[in-house]
């Protein structure tokens, strides 16, 4: 099962659904039965934190790499078998941070968790193509909008510079009146299209609530493609937590993958909600 996969999500223009990806999929490859981490690696604008009801203030990879705490004093448990590590969101922990241990907190992921997933800032600065280079594969993030395929370019560029790898394209926030079709933009990109994330308006009250969209609105449009996107990616079963329409039927006394494996195929999606609510509960409670 270990396939020690180091991805980096990155786009050449912010604001495409980046952030939403990381955690998403993260969510979904650890309900198959994967151990994930998800790393807030957009230094400078960092928020992934807030998109699973973590607290910013407590520690992050900011006081990692400025050298003031360990790997494992950032890393949070979202649910079964996911953690994050968040970043610090302030302007003076970004002013402290140095990139250059980004590298040793990667290795040092790898050997722990099955995937590794890099949220990556978007812009062409220092630290936005070191985890390029980091990462086994970059996942290239890009609306249907010409402009943030225009900027996709500039991440495949920056890829190359960083002597990385990129596996495709994740076109996200599609609507059905696209006038161009995803196909053609991956070809245009001369890149593989790895899936397409549909607009969902429950992103956003997702974020709000601090509660992943996969476990706050299951059933809708995103959620099911990147569902789709984990499964074609990871070559892994992911399996729909509504399929079998069983609800609270699952068993979590267990923490085995095996016993997360058949939680998720019950539908327990109430049960990844407490443990989300209790890492922030676990957050809270360090400050
Ligand atoms: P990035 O990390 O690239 O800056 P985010 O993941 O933060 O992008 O997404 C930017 C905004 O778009 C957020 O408000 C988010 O909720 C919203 N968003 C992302 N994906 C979708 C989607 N599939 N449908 C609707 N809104 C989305
Ligand atoms: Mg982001």
Same mark, same amino acid.
């Given at each position: 099962?270990?396939?020690?996969?180091?991805?980096?999500?990155? @786009?050449?223009? +912010?604001?495409?659904?980046?952030?939403?990806?990381?955690?998403?999929?993260?969510?979904?490859?650890?309900?198959?039965?994967?151990?994930?981490?998800?790393?807030?690696?957009?230094?400078?604008?960092?928020?992934?934190?807030?998109?699973?009801?973590?607290?910013?203030?407590?520690?992050?990879?900011?006081?990692?790499? @400025?050298?003031?705490?360990?790997?494992?004093? =950032?890393?949070?448990?979202?649910?079964?078998?996911?953690?994050?590590?968040?970043?610090?969101?302030?302007?003076?922990?970004? =002013?402290?941070?140095?990139?250059?241990?980004?590298?040793?907190?990667?290795?040092?992921?790898? @050997?722990?968790?099955?995937?590794?997933?890099?949220?990556?800032?978007? %812009?062409?600065?220092?630290?936005?193509?070191?985890?390029?280079?980091?990462?086994?594969?970059?996942?290239?993030?890009?609306?249907?909008?010409?402009? @943030?395929?225009?900027?996709?370019?500039?991440?495949?560029?920056?890829?190359?510079?960083? %002597?990385?790898?990129?596996?495709?394209?994740?076109?996200?926030?599609?609507?059905?009146?696209?006038?161009?079709?995803?196909?053609?933009?991956?070809?245009?990109?001369?890149?593989?299209?790895? %899936?397409? &994330?549909?607009?969902?308006?429950?992103?956003?009250?997702?974020?709000?609530? +601090?509660?992943?969209?996969?476990?706050?609105?299951?059933?809708?449009?995103?959620?099911?493609?990147?569902?789709?996107?984990?499964?074609?990616?990871?070559?892994?079963?992911?399996?729909?937590?509504?399929?079998?329409?069983?609800?609270?039927?699952?068993?979590?006394?267990?923490?085995?993958?095996?016993?997360?494996?058949?939680?998720?195929?019950? %539908?327990?999606?109430?049960?990844?909600?407490?443990?989300?609510?209790?890492? &922030?509960?676990?957050?809270?409670?360090?400050?």
């Amino acid at each position: 099962m270990s396939h020690e996969t180091v991805y980096a999500v990155a @786009s050449g223009k +912010g604001g495409v659904g980046k952030t939403t990806t990381t955690v998403n999929l993260g969510m979904v490859l650890a309900r198959a039965g994967e151990r994930v981490a998800v790393v807030d690696a957009d230094l400078g604008m960092a928020n992934l934190a807030g998109f699973v009801g973590l607290n910013s203030d407590s520690t992050t990879l900011s006081d990692v790499l @400025s050298g003031n705490a360990s790997v494992d004093d =950032a890393t949070y448990r979202l649910a079964e078998n996911a953690v994050a590590v968040p970043s610090g969101t302030s302007l003076d922990d970004y =002013a402290e941070t140095s990139p250059e241990g980004l590298r040793d907190v990667v290795d040092e992921l790898r @050997s722990q968790y099955d995937v590794v997933l890099l949220d990556v800032g978007a %812009g062409v600065t220092h630290e936005t193509v070191l985890p390029l280079g980091l990462a086994d594969a970059v996942i290239v993030v890009s609306t249907p909008e010409p402009a @943030s395929v225009h900027d996709s370019r500039k991440t495949l560029e920056l890829t190359e510079r960083a %002597g990385g790898e990129v596996a495709g394209l994740v076109v996200t926030r599609t609507r059905p009146d696209t006038d161009v079709s995803y196909e053609e933009i991956a070809d245009r990109l001369e890149l593989p299209l790895l %899936g397409a &994330i549909p607009e969902d308006p429950a992103a956003r009250e997702s974020v709000y609530a +601090g509660t992943p969209l996969v476990v706050h609105a299951p059933d809708g449009p995103a959620p099911a493609a990147y569902r789709r996107l984990a499964a074609d990616l990871a070559g892994v079963e992911v399996p729909n937590e509504r399929a079998d329409g069983g609800r609270g039927s699952g068993d979590r006394s267990g923490s085995t993958p095996d016993a997360a494996r058949n939680s998720a195929e019950n %539908g327990d999606d109430e049960a990844e909600r407490d443990d989300v609510s209790s890492a &922030i509960t676990e957050a809270e409670s360090e400050q």
